[in-house]
Structures are given as structure tokens and as C-alpha cells.
């Protein structure tokens, strides 16, 4: 469906304006449509995006703002988002010995264990919401979006 339509208004005239608009409404529109598969492990997105970062430094902890860094929304609160993940058992935070003011996290066999039961269901999902285009059209989507970031 086009953008106008899906935003109920009239003929976007402006090329950057409506890929603007289009870049949100569809980052929103994917939140919403893969919010269930989080909710089934009673995780958020953000946590599951930290959860994944901890898995990907092997075992090696990694301090607050680093996971801050590697977010694909920068603007998440790492610190409360760890906080809950620590209640949840998922993570596990230490103070760094040199550096009192510094948290370091890695996580838990629970946050593992959470992550391999979102791998067997998160790439069906992904290609059930893409079904739509190819796989060509999805790596050039994918490449002009990285090209925007430039």
C-alpha cells in the first residue's frame, strides 16, 4: 500500500519528504508486526538487541556504553534495559575492578538459552513479512538505506 494511503492523506509531492515519512512508518510498522515473537519470551526488541550484542562478544563482557554504541536505536536507555535483563536473569553485570563507575555485562546461560529459542522462529517471521518482494529487491533495499547513511 502506498504511504499516502497508509497515512490517509493527500499526494506527497516532495521525493525526500515521503521516503522520510515511508523510512519511519515502516520501521513502526515492523515493530508492531514482530512484537508478538518477543512477547512470547517476555522480552522487549531493546532487550532482545542487547541480548544479541553480549551473545556476539563471545563470553567476553562488554561495559555499558560500548553495548550503547552497537544499538540500532541509540537512543535506548542501556542502563535501565540492563537493569531489567539482570532481574530477568538474562545478563549479569559486574563493576569493573579498575573502574568503580563502569558496569561491565555478559550474558547468562538463561539469555542463551532465550536467544537460540528466538532463532528458530525469527527468520520465518522475517521472510513471511518480506514475502512480497525478492530476495534481489531485498539486498537492494538494504543497500540504498545503507547508502542514505553515508
Same mark, same amino acid.
Given at each position: 500500500?502506498?504511504?499516502?494511503?497508509?497515512?490517509?492523506?493527500?499526494?506527497?509531492?516532495?521525493?525526500?519528504?515521503?521516503?522520510?515519512?515511508?523510512?519511519?512508518?515502516?520501521?513502526?510498522?515492523?515493530?508492531?508486526?514482530?512484537?508478538?515473537?518477543?512477547?512470547?519470551?517476555?522480552?522487549?526488541?531493546?532487550?532482545?538487541?542487547?541480548?544479541?550484542?553480549?551473545?556476539?562478544?563471545?563470553?567476553?563482557?562488554?561495559?555499558?556504553?560500548?553495548?550503547?554504541?552497537?544499538?540500532?536505536?541509540?537512543?535506548?536507555?542501556?542502563?535501565?534495559?540492563?537493569?531489567?535483563?539482570?532481574?530477568?536473569?538474562?545478563?549479569?553485570?559486574?563493576?569493573?575492578? %579498575? *573502574?568503580?563507575?563502569?558496569? #561491565?555485562?555478559?550474558?547468562?546461560? =538463561?539469555? $542463551? /538459552?532465550?536467544?537460540?529459542?528466538?532463532?528458530?522462529?525469527?527468520?520465518?517471521?522475517?521472510?513471511?513479512?518480506? %514475502? *512480497?518482494?525478492?530476495?534481489? #529487491?531485498?539486498?537492494?533495499?538494504? =543497500?540504498? $538505506? /545503507?547508502?542514505?547513511?553515508?
Amino acid at each position: 500500500m502506498k504511504i499516502e494511503e497508509e497515512l490517509k492523506s493527500r499526494k506527497i509531492t516532495d521525493e525526500y519528504q515521503k521516503l522520510f515519512l515511508n523510512i519511519l512508518f515502516s520501521a513502526s510498522w515492523l515493530e508492531d508486526k514482530t512484537a508478538h515473537i518477543f512477547k512470547s519470551t517476555n522480552i522487549t526488541s531493546h532487550q532482545y538487541n542487547v541480548l544479541r550484542i553480549l551473545r556476539g562478544s563471545l563470553g567476553t563482557p562488554l561495559p555499558a556504553f560500548e553495548i550503547q554504541s552497537r544499538m540500532i536505536s541509540k537512543n535506548s536507555n542501556v542502563t535501565r534495559i540492563i537493569e531489567k535483563l539482570v532481574a530477568k536473569k538474562l545478563v549479569h553485570k559486574k563493576f569493573n575492578d %579498575n *573502574n568503580r563507575r563502569m558496569i #561491565e555485562v555478559t550474558i547468562t546461560q =538463561e539469555g $542463551l /538459552d532465550i536467544l537460540k529459542q528466538l532463532d528458530d522462529v525469527i527468520p520465518d517471521n522475517y521472510a513471511g513479512l518480506f %514475502n *512480497n518482494i525478492s530476495r534481489e #529487491e531485498a539486498n537492494l533495499c538494504s =543497500e540504498l $538505506l /545503507d547508502k542514505i547513511r553515508e
